[in-house]
């Protein structure tokens, strides 16, 4: 009895802090991924930084949103399958009820979103933050900063969804070679995985049945709730490099078929670049225009099915290769591509298309100094923000 109370108790604790990060986090997948670092890491203390740089990899070789997949991997490790679910939801549900009430209200009215300039100032300032305190616990060598200084390079001058993969994956490659040594001691404290490969097995294969089923099915049963299944899994299963590169698939498959017009779809990815948690939730806003709230659920729940599956049915045999030693100089290698690749995506599009005057250079400087000095909490941070927005932006 007192072990399904302390169950209850931790699945409770995972979904409601996945909540408040879903209710706080602005500013895209690499943003959200500093605010992880600071609440499950530096905070909470679930896992090491070691172990979440491994899960932040595993994240940027996997299609669908990097974000979200990382707090399902956290879920797993702490609550099993059902705490990676309510992982996911907690941080998924408040933008989709946002943008569910977005598209139902924006007949009737056009909302000025300009004091939200103020949360993308709060995630710069908590993008910066996370990076600094990852390099610090991820970069012990003058290797480890080479290979991090080339991976942001790589990304930087390359503007490609596989530019990601390709830095890792080289990056892995010079670990080997140099890291082998540096590295020995550092092994990953994931020392109990809540699943069994064969289970893992099981959703990497139901992954693959869904991609090849689903469109079968849509042909065969001509109904509007297939389609949109069909549609949306296909988009999670396939696209590389989060919310913004499932853009131009989306539009194809929805705007240029005439289910929702050009003006309609614009609308609905600028409100979801206004709201906190994932950009794939914008999947919520096209079901709801297409087939109302029936329609939001199905597409929410098909996109990031396939994030869910991969990531649960992978992770078993990720952390496995981790510890093993031949492989830790590999790890670390790619461990440092990442934290290169967070800064690639921190100075574009983040702080090129955010820090647009000198008071905003102050703002930030001020949101760190916050953050660094009095360590502020981030949702604190967050209602700073607004109130920064409301003030200087509007």
């Excluded at 609440?39 to 974000?67: C, N, T």
């Amino acid at each position: 009895m007192w072990k399904v109370v302390e169950s209850l108790k931790r699945l409770w604790e995972i979904f409601f802090v996945a909540l408040k990060l879903g209710c706080t986090s602005f500013g895209g997948p690499t943003a959200h991924l500093g605010y992880f670092q600071q609440e499950y890491v530096q905070k909470r203390k679930w896992l090491s930084a070691h172990d979440y740089g491994q899960l932040v990899m595993l994240s940027q070789f996997l299609p669908g949103p990097a974000s979200s997949q990382v707090g399902m991997g956290i879920g797993l490790l702490r609550g099993g399958v059902l705490g990676s679910f309510l992982s996911f939801l907690g941080f998924t549900l408040p933008s989709v009820l946002i943008l569910i009430l977005f598209a139902y209200f924006s007949m009737f009215t056009e909302l000025k979103m300009d004091w939200i300039h103020g949360l993308k100032l709060v995630a710069v300032a908590i993008i910066a933050h996370a990076i600094w305190d990852m390099s610090k616990k991820l970069l012990s060598t003058k290797w480890h900063w080479l290979i991090a200084f080339l991976a942001l390079i790589t990304v930087l001058m390359w503007i490609h969804p596989l530019a990601q993969i390709a830095a890792i994956l080289i990056a892995a490659c010079f670990g080997f070679q140099l890291l082998k040594k540096t590295d020995e001691g550092n092994t990953s404290k994931l020392v109990y995985i809540p699943i069994s490969k064969t289970t893992g097995i099981v959703l990497l294969a139901l992954f693959f049945m869904l991609l090849l089923g689903l469109p079968i099915l849509s042909a065969l049963w001509h109904h509007e709730w297939f389609s949109l299944m069909e549609k949306f899994y296909l988009a999670g299963a396939l696209v590389f490099g989060g919310g913004h590169v499932v853009l131009p698939l989306l539009e194809t498959q929805f705007v240029q078929s005439g289910q929702i017009s050009t003006s309609d779809f614009l609308a609905g990815y600028g409100m979801t670049q206004a709201v906190p948690g994932p950009l794939f939730t914008f999947a919520a806003y096209i079901g709801m225009v297409i087939a109302g709230v029936p329609g939001a659920i199905i597409a929410t729940f098909a996109i990031f099915l396939p994030a869910f599956l991969l990531v649960v049915g992978a992770l078993p045999f990720w952390i496995s290769l981790s510890r093993i030693a031949r492989l830790r100089g590999a790890m670390a290698g790619a461990n440092a591509a990442v934290i290169g690749i967070l800064a690639a995506a921190f100075i574009h599009p983040i702080v090129t298309q955010t820090i647009l005057s000198a008071l905003d250079i102050f703002i930030v400087a001020i949101f760190l100094w916050c953050l660094i000095r009095w360590k502020i909490q981030p949702y604190l941070l967050v209602l700073l923000g607004i109130a920064v927005g409301v003030i200087f932006y509007t």
